[in-house]
């Protein structure tokens, strides 16, 4: 089997070369960072969100509830659910009661998301 090719250290101003897959020679392996996530930083691809997710998706009758296809006689199949208020918490939560999640239509949701980072982008001028 082929060996890997050297490369240079990713640390500044060191020219050694390795064949580490991690891209940092061996006197610079204590740089390498951990990626795996603590339990308390696990995001929202858990089995609890999953099911809270399938009960909005249920509750709102897999119909797209955005302001654009409610008043349709004929709404959008949703396929992700949207958080109403996006404002954090003060431990940086995301409000995840029902009360505060609505089915959308992807489309939807990639037109709603667009137009909050861009009234935010707006805001922080």
């Known amino acids: 089997m082929a060996r890997r090719p050297q490369r240079p250290c990713r640390e500044i101003d060191c020219r050694q070369l390795h064949r580490n897959a991690n891209g940092y020679c061996d006197a610079h392996q204590h740089l390498v960072k951990e990626w795996r996530k603590k339990p308390n930083e696990s995001g929202r691809g858990g089995r609890p969100w999953r099911r809270l997710r399938d009960q909005v998706l249920e ?35 995301l409000d995840d009661r029902p009360s505060n999640l609505r089915a959308v239509n992807r489309d939807c949701h990639k037109r709603i998301t667009q137009a909050q980072a861009l009234a935010a982008r707006q805001r922080a001028r």
């Open 59 to 93: 509750r709102d009758g897999y119909l797209c509830q955005c302001d654009e296809c409610k008043p349709r006689s004929l709404p959008l199949v949703a396929h992700e659910v949207d958080h109403i208020n996006n404002k954090r918490s003060a431990d940086g939560k």
